[in-house]
């Protein structure tokens, strides 16, 4: 895997997931990664665990964010924490960006 010291966000197309939802990814290396996921008004990201820790900003909007048990509206500047295994889940309340970073790398965000 080729470690790219410089990424022009700009020139990273988005990869479109559906239902409202895009992703970039920005930049990684084995042990960390991190994307920018754009959401349209409405659009769900479904509920889902992975073993990956993940720390998100929210760069744009607002969202209504599920972690565990416990659910928050957060907005533009709040971020969360995911601890490794523990179900997730956002919906957008506007349209939004966050920056998702995860540790290690999503190795099944990146294309042979």
Avoid: C, N
């Avoid at 042990?31 to 349209?40: D, E, N, P, Q, S």
């Avoid at 889940?89 to 042979?112: H, S």
Wanted: proline share 3%; glycine share 12%; charged share 25%.
């Amino acid at each position: 895997m080729a470690l790219d010291i410089f990424v022009e966000g700009s020139s990273v197309v988005w990869e479109d997931l559906g239902g409202g939802i895009q992703r970039k990814v920005l930049g990684y290396d084995k042990a960390i990664m991190m994307t920018l996921v754009r959401f349209k008004k409405g659009s769900v990201g479904k509920l889902h665990k992975h073993v990956h820790m993940q720390v998100t900003l929210i760069q744009s909007g607002s969202f209504e964010v599920m972690i565990g048990s416990e659910r928050k509206v957060l907005h533009t500047g709040d971020s969360f924490l995911i601890p490794s295994g523990v179900e997730h889940g956002v919906v957008a309340l506007d349209d939004g960006i966050l920056v998702d970073v995860f540790t290690p790398m999503r190795e099944d965000f990146v294309r042979p």
